[in-house]
Structure formats: structure tokens, C-alpha cells
């Protein structure tokens, strides 16, 4: 006999709301099996001809889709019994998929993603995610909606809410490129069918506008790192300036927490913040000199921008926004007096380091390597197999 499954609103238990549950029914072989769905409805808005919510019933999509996620979890596991020709009761399906149904908001999503880079110390990229779930409660008031409620027109009229507020185009194309990243997260996690995808049509590549330069040239960096100063708070500006750009073009954040642990046989072994891509660079000479001018027995840190009394990582984040700040406000001091042609900071070393060698011909690729970027994943991996003789070679293009 087949088995059939079906969603009954089970009018024999009232709850104590005047509501009656939502229940699945397994029948096989003239044996039937209940199971709660976790939710229920009031009578007056349950089509019990149709066996379905009224087109008036409250939160109808989320019902729906909880009904549907459950008879089809069910279906599909008839199918693979049948075709394995196990047999099978009503009683020990249902044992197999005894847990509710609980699918998982776009709020949802955002909110485990948080959280786990919060556990994974990426304090950055955490509020970078925590910004967009904000824009998007601003939006849409709420995010208990799934991932196809987010389909090209709802795309557009986000866009559309980011103009009217002024946002900038590459702010806005940030927006977009973190929510692209939440949906395919979910894509993953199985929580949504590719099928549903909308950034095929609707694209994200068009949000980008032009920046202003930001590197200089070879010539400029060196007049800025032999640059002279009465005022003693203008060496270390300089010096992380330095380190910066000598050193594959690292992150203050990730200077910031280097210790001597992350020295290693002749390279700086690092894991990125940001992205949590292990990067490993031979360390140039004058990167040791900065280390060693630096050198605190009394600190495990490399640099003086974190000590041993911040502890906890509210205080190592604070910490580092502070340094960063002053540390930019002096750098634009030493290129106004030096007439360089654009505001001087700390990332204008890395786009330099990343502009120098790929005027003098280092392949692209290799200078992602060095960098640590991770936005295109099928090129990390194959980047993960540069050796370090191909990395040593083209930082000395830096030199």
C-alpha cells in the first residue's frame, strides 16, 4: 500500500489560545502517524476543504513554507526507501524526520553569521555584516522573511531606499556584495535552492565607482621613509608606514597584533583578521630593523600599539582605532610637507606595495597571495600553491 503524506489542522485539541495545531499525517498500510509542526491556527482562518491556510490567515507565506519544507522532507525520504526497497512503517518514518520544522530567516542567517565571526575574532568584517543586517531592519522593518522573498524587484527597491538616503556608490555596492555573501551562505547551508538565486540577474559588479587614486610611486615612498622630524611622535607613523609596505602590504590590525611568535624561520607567518587567510612573507631587512628599533622584553607585541594591559578585545579594538587614527593624521602631515599628490595613510602603502610590483610585471595572482585577498574562493585555492621561492622573488621588487 502507498504511503501518503498530508498537513491536518487537528480540530480534536484546542489550545488554550482557541487555536488548533498543525500536524503532519504519515498513512501506511491502514496505519496513520501524527506529528506537530510546532505551530497553530485559528479555525476561522484554516480552509478545511482545501486542507490549507485562508488567503486572510496571518503569517500564511511562513505556515506554507513550513508546511511544504516538512511533506516534501517526508516525500523525498519515501523515495529513497522505495527505490532502495527498504520497508518502512509510518510509525519509523516519521522516527527518521522527528525533528520540526525550523526554517531559518534571512534574520536568522545574519544573526549565526555575527556570531561566528565575533568567535572567530573578526571584530571588522563582524561589524561590517552587523551594518548591513542594520540597513536592511531599517528597510524592510524586520528580516523574518526567507531567502526567496528576496528576488530581483526587492533588490531594487532596497537600492532604491540606499539612494534616496544619499549612501554613497561603493557604500551601497558593499551593502550589496555582504548580502550577496549571507545568500550564498545559505545557498550552502541548504537553506535555499540555487534556483532562487537573484544576483544571476540582478548585478552586483554594476554597484562600483571609480576611487580616487591611492598609491604612489617607488620614488615617493622613499622620500617619505627618509623623511625628518623634530616632533618624536612622527617616527613611528613612518616606521608603520614602512613595515607596511615591506612587508607584503599588511594590515595595521594585523601589525597590531603581531607578536614574536609570528616570526619563523626568516618569514612573518601570520593569520589575516579580515579574512582568516594564512599568509607567510620572507622578512626584508629593513622590516627586521623596524622590529628590532621596536623590541619591548616587557610586551609579547612587536610594535607599540597593543600592550600586555589590553586584555580583553573590547579594549585591543578600541585600542587599535585610537593608534590608527593618530597614526593616518600624521601620515597626511609628513605628505603635506612633502607635496605628495594624495592624502598619505597606512593603506596607501599596501595599494603602493601592490602598485609597485605589478608595474615591474608580477603576475596578479601572486600579489593576491601576498596581500591575503579572498574574495574570488576558487582563486585562493589555487594560489595556496605558490611556493615561498615565487613570493621571495617578487617582494623583492619592493627593495
Request: charge should be positive; glycine fraction near 4%; aromatic fraction near 8%.
Amino acid at each position: 500500500m502507498n504511503a501518503t503524506v498530508n498537513v491536518v489542522c487537528y480540530k480534536w485539541k484546542t489550545l488554550s489560545n482557541g487555536e488548533y495545531p498543525l500536524m503532519i499525517r504519515v498513512c501506511k498500510d491502514g496505519k496513520k502517524k501524527y506529528q506537530s509542526l510546532g505551530i497553530s491556527v485559528d479555525p476561522a482562518h484554516w480552509d478545511f476543504k482545501k486542507n490549507k491556510p485562508k488567503v486572510n490567515c496571518p503569517n500564511k507565506e511562513h505556515i506554507n513554507k513550513i508546511i511544504t519544507d516538512k511533506v516534501n522532507e517526508l516525500s523525498e525520504q519515501i523515495v529513497q526507501l522505495k527505490s532502495e526497497r527498504k520497508g518502512f512503517t509510518a510509525n519509523s518514518l516519521m522516527s527518521k524526520t522527528s525533528k520540526k520544522v525550523q526554517p531559518k530567516t534571512v534574520g536568522d542567517i545574519f544573526l549565526e553569521q555575527m556570531q561566528r565571526l565575533t568567535d572567530e575574532g573578526r571584530r571588522g568584517y563582524m561589524l561590517s555584516t552587523k551594518q548591513v543586517y542594520n540597513s536592511l531592519m531599517e528597510f524592510n522593518k524586520h528580516l523574518d522573511i526567507y531567502f526567496t522573498d528576496i528576488d530581483v524587484a526587492w533588490l531594487r527597491r532596497y537600492e532604491t531606499h540606499l539612494r534616496k538616503k544619499g549612501i554613497a556608490e561603493n557604500t551601497i555596492g558593499i551593502r550589496f556584495r555582504t548580502l550577496r555573501a549571507i545568500y550564498n551562505l545559505a545557498i550552502e547551508e541548504n537553506i535555499v535552492k540555487t534556483e532562487h538565486y537573484p544576483f544571476n540577474t540582478y548585478k552586483v559588479s554594476r554597484l562600483h565607482k571609480e576611487t580616487a587614486k591611492r598609491s604612489i610611486s617607488k620614488e615617493d615612498v622613499s622620500r617619505i621613509l627618509g623623511y625628518q622630524s623634530s616632533n618624536r611622535y612622527i617616527r613611528l607613523p613612518i616606521d608603520l608606514f614602512a613595515f607596511t609596505y615591506y612587508m607584503g602590504g599588511i594590515n595595521f590590525v594585523d601589525i597590531a597584533y603581531l607578536t614574536k611568535d609570528n616570526l619563523m624561520d626568516g618569514r612573518l607567518v601570520y593569520t589575516r583578521r579580515k579574512t582568516g587567510k594564512l599568509i607567510k612573507l620572507p622578512l626584508q631587512p629593513q622590516a627586521l630593523e623596524l622590529i628590532e628599533r621596536y623590541r619591548d622584553k616587557d610586551s609579547p607585541y612587536l610594535f607599540p600599539i597593543l600592550s600586555p594591559k589590553h586584555k580583553t578585545e573590547q579594549q585591543r579594538a578600541n585600542r587599535v582605532h585610537k593608534v590608527i587614527s593618530k597614526v593616518n593624521q600624521r601620515l597626511k602631515e609628513v605628505g603635506k610637507a612633502l607635496s605628495i599628490p594624495i592624502d598619505l595613510t597606512t593603506y596607501v602603502a599596501r595599494h603602493s606595495q601592490a602598485t609597485v610590483m605589478k608595474r615591474a610585471g608580477v603576475p596578479t595572482s601572486i600579489i593576491r597571495e601576498l596581500m591575503g585577498h579572498s574574495s574570488e574562493r576558487v582563486t585562493q585555492v589555487y594560489l595556496d600553491s605558490f611556493d615561498n621561492e615565487e613570493i621571495d622573488k617578487a617582494m623583492k621588487n619592493l627593495l
